[in-house]
């Protein structure tokens, strides 16, 4: 199963709606790591809000995803992780170091731009979808 990575201007938008095999989850990796290239993204949010269980492999590979992101220039934010699913990650010893989390989409979007914005690429998305050079104006 592919995983569709729509655009907001310059940020990726991945929402993972069902578990992931080991190879979809390296697949999704690389195809996310791939657009991030491409569009030359400032930023992700991946949405797991639909995960009943985020496995030890997985919580690995969005961690790494994070980590390489990073290295691409890009942030990331992850939302949605249901309460369960954070309990078993801690009890696991599994943290997603580099990628912050939020509750939902909404605040993932707002903390994205908050944190592009501070590392100073402007260019960014207005609440009403338009990409700008002058977001904080």
């Known amino acids: 199963m592919k995983i569709a990575i729509p655009r907001l201007g310059r940020i990726l938008l991945c929402a993972i709606q069902q578990d992931l095999s080991d190879d979809e989850a390296l697949a999704f990796q690389s195809n996310l790591l ?4 491409e569009v030359e993204a400032l930023g992700v949010v991946i949405d797991i809000s639909a995960l009943d269980v985020v496995d030890s492999f997985m919580a690995r590979v969005i961690n790494d995803s994070s980590n ?5 220039g890009a942030e990331i934010i992850v939302c949605g992780i249901q309460p369960f699913v954070a309990m078993t990650l801690v009890e696991m010893g599994q943290n997603l170091l580099r990628a912050n989390c939020t509750f939902n989409l909404e605040q993932g979007l707002k903390t994205l731009q ?4 501070l ?9 009403d979808g338009e990409c700008s050079d002058d977001y904080l104006d």
């Open 68 to 72: 390489m992101a990073s290295l691409l």
């Open 34 to 37: 791939e657009t991030i290239a």
């Open 119 to 127: 590392r100073g690429d402007f260019q960014a998305i207005h609440d």
């Open 114 to 117: 908050t944190r592009i914005a």
